[in-house]
């Protein structure tokens, strides 16, 4: 059992670039989430999704889109990165909406 | 907007002795609250998971409480090992709206246990 698991690890790109992170979970959860942790911030929600081909904005949406097409995986994409989008994203599932919530590893995104 | 402080920002004790972190809260309105051990440049591990109608919850050395009323949570850790040096965090889900699905977090407590 994995958990939930994420791509890339580290990513380095140029402003304007796109980039897609991948984020995959093997609990069978209905629920996924994008977070990103910037220090004196905290966490904050980008996208959340409540189900298969379910998306919905969270507390920072803007400048990110997200897509469920299947239930194990949960992409968050970059159309042209901005160095305010230097962060550390993390993913999370959980089983519903008043659950326990299992984070992956995250990924660290620098954009120059 | 519900808003969630996590004091102090940083704390440094000797091992063996028993600490508790403080987590408190503005809108008594919530459906859990969640507390988080994150360790330097890895992901959030879930310590425990305590449920509105809940006052405390206990895993191991790990003791958290919870009043609601209050808007206040305690993460009590007993007899503390170099181990436990991490951040740690705690998280609220409000109980409904627009924001029921998102959990919102505190900033955390730098945790240091000296050898």
């Known amino acids: 059992n994995a958990g939930v698991t994420q791509t890339p690890k580290f990513r380095v790109l140029k402003t304007g670039q796109s980039m897609t992170l991948l984020c995959a979970q093997d609990m069978n959860h209905e629920y996924m989430y994008w977070y990103r942790q910037d220090p004196g911030m905290g966490l904050r929600l980008i996208h959340y999704s409540v189900g298969e081909g379910t998306t919905a904005k969270g507390e920072v949406p803007d400048g990110y889109n997200v897509s469920r097409l299947k239930k194990q995986n949960f992409l968050l994409g970059l159309e042209s990165a901005a160095p305010s989008q230097t962060s550390v994203y993390f993913c999370?599932?959980?089983?519903?909406?008043?659950?326990?919530?299992?984070f992956g590893p995250g990924t660290r995104l620098t954009v120059l | 907007k519900q808003e969630v402080t996590q004091i102090p920002a940083a704390l440094s004790v000797p091992e063996g002795e028993n600490l508790v972190l403080n987590c408190s809260f503005t809108?008594?309105?919530?459906?859990?609250l969640q507390w988080f051990r994150q360790d330097p440049g890895k992901g959030l591990t879930s310590l425990l998971l305590?449920?509105?109608?809940?006052r405390e919850q206990t895993s191991g050395r790990l003791n958290a409480s919870l009043d609601k009323s209050s808007g206040r949570s305690t993460l009590y850790i007993a007899a503390s090992q170099p181990g436990d040096s991490a951040t740690y965090l705690c998280?609220?889900?409000?109980?409904?709206?627009?924001?029921?699905?998102?959990?919102?977090f505190g900033k955390g407590t730098k945790l240091s246990v000296i050898p």
């Open positions: 809108d008594s309105a919530i459906y859990n």
């Open positions: 305590i449920q509105s109608s809940q």
């Open positions: 998280a609220v889900t409000p109980r409904s709206g627009a924001g029921s699905y998102q959990l919102t």
């Open positions: 999370a599932s959980s089983p519903g909406t008043y659950n326990e919530q299992f």
